[in-house]
């Protein structure tokens, strides 16, 4: 109860009083979606599609980050987060007119639950312990089993599009704000309003205010940049801090800086034991004093400063501070002392011989940093760290690969010695980067798919964060995210830089416009969006 | 010679770095089993022979196989984008050789007026400007892109077509045309321009696969979603599939271009 009256004063209080209806919201899509299937969504075409067509039982709240009811007009997690029962909203009907129940609920998770289905979405929903069980109590109550607890259970409902039943259009028939009413492929989506969209405006008019968006493809993020200044688009969901700070000069109120987003920016060695690197430069890259004197010795603040024009914030762990709840806020981004990793670095062996830095072993000290091609800010993150390296005597060499080749170096020849690039954090919880984090899986970057932890700490956090997604009480969560926090940065298996900030653009005609660092960033409030008094949206 | 091109296509990057990985192995969404399906897939296209197979069984049902960078069946992707690279390609050259043929017949018919100068100097600027940069001129300049399609074969045209009219021009037949007082439409047509029909015809077959070649930089860069565009997408994704039907589109497009501007050149040469 206390949930819906506090989502009842957010949403009046959102709402501006006369405010104006219709118009067509211009923006564009990077690629063409590889899918229009919601359930299949995997890439953020296919995602934005999916955001604004589709209803979810929870949404995510992307402003105060707290899940807010939406199909679901409540809901209780019992039996230490193994079972879910939702309490759905009466009179909702899909795009179509098809009624909403909870059958459609079974049958979404009916689709989820095929073997032959791979998306985000469905693999957030399965274990390896069993499958899950739905059961309807009535046409607007359903609860549904886990085979395990399951860690922030209500929060994975948000990327879950409900489909219907019985409606013959299938995943056509949608809930959300849009439905498809046109697409030219390659060329554009037209997306109407939906009909039958069950929020409505203080005065009771069906939600929402713009008559329809549309959605151009523009692979060019310069072209996309010049169609917001030419009038031709309303909004650009992210914009590079180039961009940014361009647009800033001739569309002052254009540019939103939302602050650090959930992306850090981070460098990691090879700790592959059977990579094809010789044994001197392994024994370098498994050793923690190496790995830390590399850290202790990256200007952070000039790469801020310098490749992101002070369009970020330096990183202490791979929790963002823009995650108010689970960043650990006893760890601060390591201070560049140089000094202090040459005293490292002597402690076990390394020495500086002239400029050079030399290992135990009397090598000179040299690696290859490889980035992804055509990244203009990752380019000058490169050369800045290659400069601050060169300080203690290391030799960075610099190898910018096209994605494809990176992509084979760091997951299946591992020939490579260090590599720089970005993480996409789509989710607060700490769950969604349990693929990052334990020691059995292909995404455990710098030492993959390892059958046993090769070292205490990696068993360590194994055990924390298996420990996290088994509780049910947040707070015991945060004390184990906490620890792993502070292992990884005592550690530094990644060498976190920093986090970009979260920038977008609207031109000045939307009003309602609340950027956040979750995705989709500008329109996540798209249903209350609308074109402000006088400005023309067509 | 066709099936060749398109073989040795595939075969190239089927030995790219990075073919047989996929851009879905980084989400750290993906559960292990899905990552493991992911590589699966993707390793089920690394045999050269099997696709190979696959892919002429597939051709010979008109099946131009799957694209998995796109999730699409290729026929539907190229079925979609062929007709904005044809109409870029038909309207820029179409531009591009009114302007090179005008500027070519001004020189002709008014030597020493400076038309030939002018043109010579603005084809030999143009001629040194790479495709990409002219897309990016016109992208931000907001003009139509099929001019720059034109543009870019603008200087093909004009010099070659320049040279042919300027020999004309000195010919006996031209001369004593000009003596006996002819001028205007009547020495343009019937003594300057016909002679070379031929060879100019013969051009065009040429042109034809410059303006299908720059294709590839201006879509890219002005976001026309036609084949080039496919092109480049196809082999940042290293989309065997795509970039096989796409080898044998291009040499089946160049090779009818230049099989029907012989027929017209022959036709156009022969006598009477």
Same mark, same amino acid.
């Given at each position: 109860?206390?949930?819906?009256?506090?989502?009842?004063?957010?949403?009046?209080?959102?709402?501006? +009083?006369?405010?104006?209806?219709? /118009?067509?919201?211009? &923006?564009?899509? *990077? %690629?063409?979606? @590889?899918?229009?299937?919601? $359930?299949?969504?995997?890439?953020?075409?296919?995602?934005?599609?999916?955001?604004?067509?589709?209803?979810?039982?929870?949404?995510?709240?992307?402003?105060?980050?707290?899940?807010?009811?939406?199909?679901?007009?409540?809901?209780?997690?019992?039996?230490?987060?193994?079972?879910?029962?939702?309490?759905?909203?009466?009179?909702?009907?899909?795009?179509?007119?098809?009624?909403?129940?909870?059958?459609?609920?079974?049958?979404?998770?009916?689709?989820?639950?095929?073997?032959?289905?791979?998306?985000?979405?469905?693999?957030?929903?399965?274990?390896?312990?069993?499958?899950?069980?739905?059961?309807?109590?009535?046409?607007?109550?359903?609860?549904?089993?886990?085979?395990?607890?399951?860690?922030? +259970?209500?929060?994975?409902?948000? /990327?879950?599009?409900? &489909?219907?039943? *019985? %409606?013959?259009? @299938?995943?056509?028939?949608? $809930?959300?704000?849009?439905?498809?009413?046109?697409?030219?492929?390659?060329?554009?989506?037209?997306?109407?309003?939906?009909?039958?969209?069950?929020?409505?405006?203080?005065?009771?008019?069906?939600?929402?205010?713009?008559?329809?968006?549309?959605?151009?493809?523009?692979?060019?993020?310069?072209?996309?940049?010049?169609?917001?200044?030419?009038?031709?688009?309303?909004?650009?969901?992210?914009?590079?801090?180039?961009?940014?700070?361009?647009?800033?000069?001739?569309?002052?109120?254009?540019?939103?800086?939302?602050?650090?987003?959930?992306?850090?920016?981070?460098?990691?060695?090879?700790?592959?034991?059977?990579?094809?690197?010789?044994?001197?430069?392994?024994?370098?890259?498994?050793?923690?004093?190496?790995?830390?004197?590399?850290?202790?010795?990256?200007?952070?603040?000039?790469?801020?400063?310098?490749?992101?024009?002070? $369009?970020?914030?330096?990183?202490?762990?791979?929790?963002?501070?823009?995650?108010?709840?689970?960043?650990?806020?006893?760890?601060?981004?390591?201070?560049?002392?140089?000094?202090?990793?040459?005293?490292?670095?002597?402690?076990?062996?390394?020495?500086?011989?002239?400029?050079?830095?030399?290992?135990?072993?009397?090598?000179?000290?040299?690696?290859?940093?490889?980035?992804?091609?055509?990244?203009?800010?990752?380019?000058?993150?490169?050369?800045?760290?290659?400069?601050?390296?060169?300080?203690?005597?290391?030799?960075?060499?610099?190898?910018?690969?096209?994605?494809?080749?990176?992509?084979?170096?760091?997951?299946?020849?591992?020939?490579?010695?260090?590599?720089?690039?970005?993480?996409?954090?789509?989710?607060?919880?700490?769950?969604?980067?349990?693929?990052?984090?334990?020691?059995?899986?292909?995404?455990?970057?710098?030492?993959?798919?390892?059958?046993?932890?090769?070292?205490?700490?990696?068993?360590?956090?194994?055990?924390?964060?298996?420990?996290?997604?088994?509780?049910?009480?947040?707070?015991?969560?945060?004390?184990?995210?906490?620890?792993?926090?502070?292992?990884?940065?005592?550690?530094?298996?990644?060498?976190?830089?920093?986090?970009?900030?979260?920038?977008?653009?609207?031109?000045?005609?939307?009003?309602?416009?609340?950027?956040?660092?979750?995705?989709?960033?500008?329109?996540?409030?798209?249903?209350?969006?609308?074109?402000?008094?006088?400005?023309?949206?067509? | 010679?066709?099936?060749?091109?398109?073989?040795?296509?595939?075969?190239?990057?089927?030995?790219?770095?990075?073919?047989?990985?996929?851009?879905?192995?980084?989400?750290?969404?993906?559960?292990?089993?899905?990552?493991?399906?992911?590589?699966?897939?993707?390793?089920?296209?690394?045999?050269?022979?099997?696709?190979?197979?696959?892919?002429?069984?597939?051709?010979?049902?008109?099946?131009?196989?799957?694209?998995?960078?796109?999730?699409?069946?290729?026929?539907?992707?190229?079925?979609?984008?062929?007709?904005?690279?044809?109409?870029?390609?038909?309207?820029?050259?179409?531009?591009?050789?009114?302007?090179?043929?005008?500027?070519?017949?001004?020189?002709?018919?008014?030597?020493?007026?400076?038309?030939?100068?002018?043109?010579?100097?603005?084809?030999?600027?143009?001629?040194?400007?790479?495709?990409?940069?002219?897309?990016?001129?016109?992208?931000?300049?907001?003009?139509?892109?099929?001019?720059?399609?034109?543009?870019?074969?603008?200087?093909?045209?004009?010099?070659?077509?320049?040279?042919?009219?300027?020999?004309?021009?000195?010919?006996?037949?031209?001369?004593?045309?000009?003596?006996?007082?002819?001028?205007?439409?009547?020495?343009?047509?019937?003594?300057?321009?016909?002679?070379?029909?031929?060879?100019?015809?013969?051009?065009?077959?040429?042109?034809?696969?410059?303006?299908?070649?720059?294709?590839?930089?201006?879509?890219?860069?002005?976001?026309?979603?036609?084949?080039?565009?496919?092109?480049?997408?196809?082999?940042?994704?290293?989309?065997?599939?795509?970039?096989?039907?796409?080898?044998?589109?291009?040499?089946?497009?160049?090779?009818?271009?230049?099989?029907?501007?012989?027929?017209?050149?022959?036709?156009?040469?022969?006598?009477?």
């Amino acid at each position: 109860m206390r949930r819906l009256l506090v989502a009842a004063i957010a949403v009046w209080l959102s709402v501006p +009083l006369g405010a104006q209806w219709g /118009g067509t919201l211009r &923006l564009c899509l *990077r %690629s063409e979606p @590889k899918t229009l299937h919601p $359930l299949e969504a995997a890439e953020e075409s296919s995602e934005t599609i999916r955001f604004l067509t589709s209803a979810a039982l929870i949404r995510l709240n992307r402003a105060s980050q707290q899940p807010e009811p939406d199909l679901a007009v409540s809901w209780k997690i019992t039996d230490a987060g193994r079972r879910i029962r939702f309490q759905l909203r009466e009179g909702v009907r899909f795009s179509d007119g098809t009624p909403f129940t909870a059958e459609d609920v079974a049958y979404t998770f009916d689709l989820l639950s095929a073997a032959s289905l791979r998306s985000p979405v469905a693999d957030s929903f399965r274990s390896p312990l069993g499958v899950l069980k739905t059961t309807v109590h009535s046409a607007l109550a359903i609860t549904i089993d886990f085979p395990a607890p399951v860690a922030g +259970l209500d929060r994975r409902f948000d /990327g879950l599009s409900i &489909l219907s039943r *019985r %409606s013959p259009l @299938k995943e056509k028939a949608v $809930l959300g704000p849009f439905l498809i009413a046109q697409h030219q492929p390659g060329v554009y989506f037209h997306l109407d309003r939906n009909p039958h969209y069950w929020k409505t405006a203080p005065a009771g008019r069906r939600l929402p205010y713009l008559d329809a968006v549309r959605l151009e493809i523009q692979t060019n993020r310069d072209t996309e940049l010049l169609r917001l200044r030419r009038g031709e688009i309303h909004l650009i969901n992210k914009i590079e801090p180039e961009h940014f700070l361009r647009l800033k000069g001739d569309m002052p109120k254009a540019p939103y800086n939302a602050g650090p987003s959930l992306e850090p920016e981070m460098l990691w060695f090879n700790m592959v034991p059977t990579a094809p690197l010789p044994a001197h430069k392994k024994a370098w890259f498994t050793s923690r004093p190496f790995r830390n004197a590399v850290s202790g010795a990256i200007r952070r603040d000039d790469l801020v400063r310098i490749a992101f024009q002070l $369009l970020a914030t330096p990183a202490a762990g791979p929790v963002s501070p823009a995650n108010r709840f689970w960043f650990n806020k006893d760890l601060s981004p390591r201070r560049h002392d140089p000094a202090g990793s040459l005293r490292l670095l002597a402690k076990v062996g390394f020495r500086k011989q002239g400029p050079r830095l030399v290992s135990p072993s009397g090598q000179p000290v040299e690696f290859t940093l490889i980035t992804n091609s055509g990244n203009k800010t990752r380019a000058r993150m490169a050369a800045l760290i290659q400069q601050d390296l060169a300080e203690i005597g290391i030799r960075v060499h610099l190898a910018p690969l096209d994605f494809p080749s990176l992509i084979e170096r760091i997951t299946r020849t591992f020939d490579y010695d260090a590599c720089l690039l970005g993480q996409t954090n789509l989710d607060l919880d700490p769950n969604s980067q349990m693929n990052v984090w334990l020691s059995s899986s292909p995404n455990h970057q710098w030492n993959p798919s390892q059958p046993a932890p090769a070292t205490a700490w990696e068993a360590e956090i194994d055990r924390l964060m298996r420990a996290q997604a088994a509780s049910a009480d947040p707070a015991e969560r945060k004390r184990h995210v906490d620890r792993v926090q502070k292992i990884v940065f005592d550690e530094e298996p990644f060498v976190y830089l920093l986090y970009k900030n979260s920038l977008a653009a609207s031109s000045g005609a939307l009003a309602g416009v609340q950027p956040a660092v979750m995705f989709p960033q500008v329109f996540w409030n798209i249903d209350r969006i609308h074109f402000a008094k006088g400005a023309a949206g067509n | 010679m066709l099936l060749l091109a398109g073989l040795l296509g595939a075969t190239l990057v089927r030995f790219a770095p990075g073919f047989a990985v996929d851009e879905r192995e980084l989400d750290t969404r993906l559960s292990e089993e899905t990552l493991n399906a992911v590589r699966a897939e993707r390793a089920a296209d690394a045999g050269l022979l099997a696709f190979y197979g696959n892919y002429l069984g597939g051709l010979a049902s008109g099946d131009l196989g799957f694209s998995r960078s796109l999730n699409r069946p290729v026929r539907e992707l190229l079925g979609e984008r062929l007709p904005a690279t044809l109409r870029l390609v038909a309207v820029g050259l179409l531009l591009g050789w009114m302007a090179g043929l005008g500027f070519a017949l001004s020189g002709a018919a008014f030597p020493g007026s400076g038309v030939s100068a002018g043109g010579a100097a603005v084809a030999g600027l143009i001629l040194s400007v790479p495709a990409a940069l002219v897309g990016l001129a016109f992208l931000h300049g907001g003009w139509p892109r099929e001019a720059a399609v034109g543009v870019v074969v603008f200087p093909r045209i004009y010099s070659y077509a320049s040279r042919l009219l300027q020999e004309t021009a000195t010919r006996p037949h031209v001369l004593l045309a000009r003596a006996k007082g002819v001028s205007g439409a009547a020495l343009l047509g019937r003594h300057l321009l016909r002679p070379p029909l031929g060879e100019l015809a013969a051009l065009g077959g040429v042109t034809v696969s410059i303006a299908w070649g720059a294709c590839i930089p201006l879509e890219v860069l002005c976001d026309v979603p036609g084949i080039g565009q496919l092109a480049w997408n196809a082999a940042l994704g290293r989309d065997l599939p795509v970039l096989v039907s796409l080898t044998l589109l291009t040499a089946l497009i160049t090779m009818s271009a230049n099989a029907l501007a012989d027929i017209a050149a022959a036709s156009l040469r022969r006598p009477g």
